[in-house]
């Protein structure tokens, strides 16, 4: 059975820094890129960052590019989304999700995920108070 799971959401205040995990378990791993996801409260979902299979390329999102850092370690078959800097609008449920390729288009200076993703996790709420 295929699994995602994620880890280390909680409250912050703005300014601070949380480490989210995603632990993949049930698939070739270091098959797949990894991508982060969040949806905010009455928003639609919104991408985040994703990393190939080897971490060789790695996209971010304007919204967290500069304050977010993905990285991965295949030999534990974990994905960590390292966010610094933290405003009140990173308030969300972040999802790790898993797909072969990290399919993001470049335009106008921004990349845009516009991949469609394997397999999901359930989800860790970030909530940041400003």
């Known amino acids: 059975e295929v699994q995602l799971v994620e880890s280390g959401g909680g409250l912050v205040q703005a300014g601070g820094s949380l480490r989210l995990s995603c632990a993949g378990s049930g698939f070739t791993f270091d098959d797949y890129a990894i991508g982060w996801f969040r949806q905010a409260p009455g928003k639609e979902r919104e991408w985040v960052s994703c990393t190939s299979s080897n971490q060789g390329t790695t996209y971010y999102a304007d919204s967290v590019k500069g304050r977010f850092t993905i990285s991965r370690d295949n030999a534990k078959n974990t994905v960590v989304l390292q966010m610094n800097s933290l405003k009140a609008e990173d308030t969300a449920v972040y999802y790790c999700?898993?797909?072969?390729?990290?399919?993001?288009?470049?335009?106008?200076?921004?990349?845009?995920?516009?991949?469609?993703?394997?397999?999901w996790g359930t989800g860790t709420l970030v909530t940041v108070s400003s």
């Open positions: 999700a898993a797909d072969k390729f990290c399919i993001a288009t470049y335009s106008r200076g921004s990349y845009y995920y516009t991949g469609v993703m394997d397999y």
